[in-house]
């Protein structure tokens, strides 16, 4: 099931919006202060879900009082509000309890932001991707991010922006092949704490990404 889950860091409206008209998805969520973004432009979720401590008071007013409504015709969205003192990000608790329903495949919009604590913790979220063998990822107006740990192709012309960088996540990420890229590799182990991987480019119409053992964080990027 496709899910999309709209957390509270920065969002372009206009991105998202597009995003969203383009994209076919069979849930959508809202995780806390999320819920603005979708209150601002018209938009209703199947999931609302959160402690609600960063949301504006009109918008949860506003989707509370729907959930409450009955209605023969519309169904309306499902409040899950979560104790503020807890061990996990309303972002968090979201992609477990997608997963938990069903979900294979999930995009989060406005994961990322200026509070670079929630960034990384965002991406961390994407490991459990990894672990339930369910595609995450995180997609703002620059950059698609995703975590990989096996082999990945890339189409020229579905590519999200020109650049390509690759990351070591979590140690030393060994045997890593790059087919059809302007820098290639062979067998490589990208070690922690280098740059080796930033900023690379497709040039055929297809790139491939090989990894034998660790993980990376693979990041399409645009300026």
Known sequence: ?????????????????????????????????????????????????????SLEEEAYAYFAKEAEETSAYAKQPEVLRLNPIKDDTDTEFVVREAIRRGADYITILGGTGTRLDHVLGNIHLLGIGLSANVYIELVDAHNRIRMIDREVTLRKEEQF??????????????????????YPLTEHTIETFCSLGISNEIIDNEAAVRVKEGILLMIEARD
């Open 1 to 53: 099931m496709k899910t999309v889950i709209i957390s509270g860091g920065s969002i372009e409206d206009t991105f998202a919006l597009n995003w969203l008209q383009k994209n076919s998805y069979e849930m959508l969520i809202a995780a806390d202060s999320g819920l603005d973004f979708l209150y601002r432009n018209g938009l209703k979720p199947d999931i609302i879900a959160g402690d609600f401590d």
């Open 161 to 182: 922006g020109e650049f390509v960088s690759l990351l070591p996540f979590a140690g030393d990420v060994k045997g890593v092949t790059l087919e059809g890229f302007k």
